[in-house]
């Protein structure tokens, strides 16, 4: 494909002097055109190979190793030619992956920006893809690139930093602010190890503001900045009966099946509509906050795909955006009684179930598991137990009207001449607590994917539209960070 305008402007941005060939003066459109031509030439797909390449998952542990190759020898080179101080530190206790730290540091008295990623993976799923694709190859097909990491997290801080290297580039080698990047490598672990790190390093990583991506837009069209996390708390649902299966025929109908016991408590705890009923639960007040409600007025969800939000499952009476954004969810990540794989002609001696709520700022997910307990003693199940209950990922949030919020939506907006919905907190989970608690910063999250892109499951993918969106609104936030207007430090 060809470049936008000027001459010799595909792939290789770096060797662009300041302004276009022609000799204008650098401009945030000349910005923009450059990354888009990083885009549209190729140069960023292939960068982008290049790290999809390297299986750095963290839930593996025989890949280990690939993690730190992903920081040092993946991301390392390119940091270091766009003029960062790079670091790679171990990890922060047992069993934490390698965390890089870089900066760019031109004038402390510019902004400073706080750009986050991760560089792990959840585990290939190698077996699962379809005929054809595999995890570790980036892989283009009816318009969409496949790849673990192409949607989580790669292809979105890969995208954020070739933005850079297109402003870098345009600004004749000057950025006209200070950014720090720090590159985790537990992300899928539950950011292990995280908190620590910041809290340890937290003078150095000192900024203004957390700008970011991950996770999903509101809808494949609509471009989105969420300004905190859902967080995750787990727990395990346990009914254990005897110490071994008894005869399914002389014991069936005669003693509880704790497969049958639990599936009732499952029951108790969220009816057959997906409507959760523990009382202490809810978002507090058992209301949708009126600020919450009305940043999400309008806020159509919608992932494309083939999946689409069942307007008869969960709270009723809330929009989708509301159920997603502004409620606790209640899930069974899995559920087993006996050996599925293999059944008996036993009544099985227990039953477990993984289950997660994934909860808003709004809540005080310290009450969950008393509220468990009572509404399971209640409802007449105290033989069914509580066990492993934790908070994993705290949730977070920023006022949605926050200065830097709105800064950074205008910025978008007028990048890309479309409305940005801000929603007050993603659906997914992200270690931006640790940031707001240890560092103090407003959360800015850009995503660059969309809810169908498979993540976490086979066939992950990015859609190179909405790519080509966000490495130009990127453009245009790295621009305007160098220029007059930021907000007030
Ligand atoms: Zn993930």
Redesign the pocket.
């Known amino acids: 494909m060809v470049a936008e305008s000027g001459g010799n402007r595909e792939g290789a941005v770096q060797h662009g002097g300041p302004g276009d060939a022609g000799g204008a003066p650098p401009s945030r459109d000349g910005a923009l055109s450059r990354a888009r031509a990083a885009m549209d030439g190729g140069g960023f797909r292939d960068r982008l190979a290049a790290l999809i390449a390297i299986p750095s998952t963290s839930q593996e542990p025989a890949r280990a190793p690939e993690l730190d190759r992903y920081l040092r020898d993946g991301l390392g080179p390119w940091l270091e030619a766009l003029g960062f101080t790079a670091t790679v530190h171990p990890g922060a206790g047992e069993g934490a992956g390698p965390i890089l730290t870089a900066e760019r540091i031109e004038d402390p008295a510019r902004p400073t920006a706080l750009l986050y990623g ?1 560089g792990d ?2 585990a290939g799923l190698d077996a699962d893809w379809s005929e054809g694709l595999a995890p570790w190859t980036l892989t283009e097909r009816d318009g969409r690139w496949y790849g673990r990491g192409t949607a ?2 790669k292809g979105q801080h890969v995208l954020n930093l070739a933005a850079l290297e297109a402003v870098i580039a345009e600004r004749g080698g000057r950025l006209g602010f200070n950014l720090k990047l720090v590159v985790e490598t537990s ?2 672990r539950g950011s292990l190890g995280l908190r620590p790190f910041v809290a340890a390093h937290a003078a150095a990583l000192a900024a203004d503001v957390l700008i970011a991506s ?2 999903p837009r509101v809808s494949p069209e609509r471009p989105t900045i969420a300004t905190g996390t859902r967080g995750t708390f787990h727990f395990d649902l346990a009914v254990r009966l005897r110490p071994g299966g008894v005869h399914s025929g002389h014991w069936g109908g005669l003693i509880p099946d704790p497969a049958i016991v639990l599936a009732h408590a499952v029951a108790a705890i969220c009816d057959r509509r997906g409507r959760v009923r523990v009382p202490g639960w809810q978002p507090r007040g058992g209301r949708v906050p009126d600020s919450v409600r009305e940043a999400l007025r309008g806020c159509v969800v919608a992932a494309g795909d083939g999946l689409a939000p069942d307007p008869d499952w969960g709270e009723p009476g809330l929009s989708d955006a509301e159920k997603v954004f502004g409620w606790n969810g209640f899930i069974v990540l899995a559920q087993t009684a006996g050996k599925p794989a293999a059944p008996v002609n036993a009544v099985a001696p227990e039953a477990v179930a993984h289950c997660q709520i994934r909860y808003t700022a709004d809540s005080d997910p310290e009450g969950f598991e008393a509220a468990l307990r009572a509404h399971l003693d209640a409802e007449g199940f105290p033989e069914v137990r509580i066990e492993n209950a934790r908070v994993r990922m705290a949730a977070s949030r920023t006022d949605p009207s926050h200065p830097w919020v709105l800064w950074a939506r205008d910025s978008v907006q007028r990048s890309l001449g479309e409305r940005v919905q801000v929603i007050p907190n993603a659906s ?1 989970g992200l270690p931006g607590d640790v940031f707001v608690d240890h560092l103090g910063v407003p959360l800015v999250w850009v995503p660059h994917s969309y809810n169908g892109c498979g ?2 499951g086979p066939d992950e993918h990015a859609l190179p539209a909405i790519l080509r969106e966000g490495i130009a609104a990127f453009a245009g936030l790295w621009w305007d960070l160098g220029e007059p207007g930021t907000p007030p430090r």
């Open positions: 991760h993976t959840v989580d997290n992300e899928e991950d996770g997914g993540q976490h």
